[in-house]
Nanobody, 124 residues
Framework: QVQLVESGGGLVQAGGSLRLSCAAS????????MGWFRQAPGKEREFVGA????????DYTDSVKGRFAISRDNAKNTMYLQMNNLKPEDTAAYYC?????????????????WGQGTQVTVSS
């Protein structure tokens, strides 16, 4: 199994930036396709983006394209979500997740392992 821990969330004004980290232990990170999801109160969990096992491919939901970037450093067993030009609608709890798939899924059901979440709040 793999254990995932997110960090880097906080309060930021609109237009600002944050970088979230997801640290893995228990298994080497390159075993997994990795993804980021977010969930605001009263809303369903939403796919943000995913990255292939060695970082060669990424996929993003339309609302974050051009603003967010996923990367991974398998040697450090860490995945990152760089968030730029943040908007109030980005406010949510952000979760990293790991999937044992060959393609890049968008469904939360395809990700077996999850972190505890880190809160991102963007003020207007």
């Amino acid at each position: 199994q793999v254990q995932l821990v997110e960090s880097g969330g906080g309060l930021v004004q609109a237009g600002g930036s944050l970088r979230l980290s997801c640290a893995a232990s228990g298994r080497t990170l390159n075993t997994y396709v990795m993804g980021w999801f977010r969930q605001a109160p009263g809303k369903e969990r939403e796919f943000v983006g995913a990255v292939s096992r060695y970082g060669s491919s990424t996929d993003y939901t339309d609302s974050v394209k051009g603003r967010f970037a996923i990367s991974r450093d398998n040697a450090k067993n860490t995945m990152y979500l760089q968030m730029n030009n943040l908007k109030p609608e980005d406010t949510a709890a952000y979760y990293c997740a790991a999937a044992q798939t060959t393609s890049l899924p968008r469904s939360a059901l395809d990700f077996r392992f999850w972190g505890q979440g880190t809160q991102v709040t963007v003020s207007s």
